[in-house]
């Protein structure tokens, strides 16, 4: 995390079920962090990230892309009836 990235310059207000504060309450103890602030910061980084990461995943490589148009050739070449000369 960059210094620009750990600043706290900016306040967010929002509320949220009685049920989400004690999950966010558990996360916080059980990996220690000192506040609350900080608990729910680190589970929107957490967040952001594994929802990029599936993204990421679920996007075809561009190579698989050209793997399969290669075999995709190589199927329309064999399935392409032989035409007699006259």
Same mark, same amino acid.
């Given at each position: ?16 079920s009685? %049920?989400?504060?004690?999950? /966010? *309450?558990?996360? =916080? ?8 602030? @900080?608990?729910?910061?680190? %589970?929107?980084?957490?967040? /952001? *990230?594994?929802? =990029? ?8 490589? @561009? ?24």
């Amino acid at each position: 995390m960059t210094q620009e990235e750990s600043a706290k310059d900016e306040k967010v207000v929002f509320f949220t079920s009685r %049920l989400q504060l004690d999950k /966010i *309450e558990n996360f =916080r103890f059980d990996n220690r962090i000192g506040s609350r602030a @900080e608990a729910i910061r680190n %589970l929107i980084d957490i967040a /952001i *990230e594994t929802i =990029r990461e599936k993204k990421k995943a679920s996007q075809p490589y @561009e190579s698989d892309m050209l793997i399969a148009a290669e075999q995709q050739k190589r199927y329309v070449g064999k399935t392409k009836s032989p035409q007699k000369k006259k």
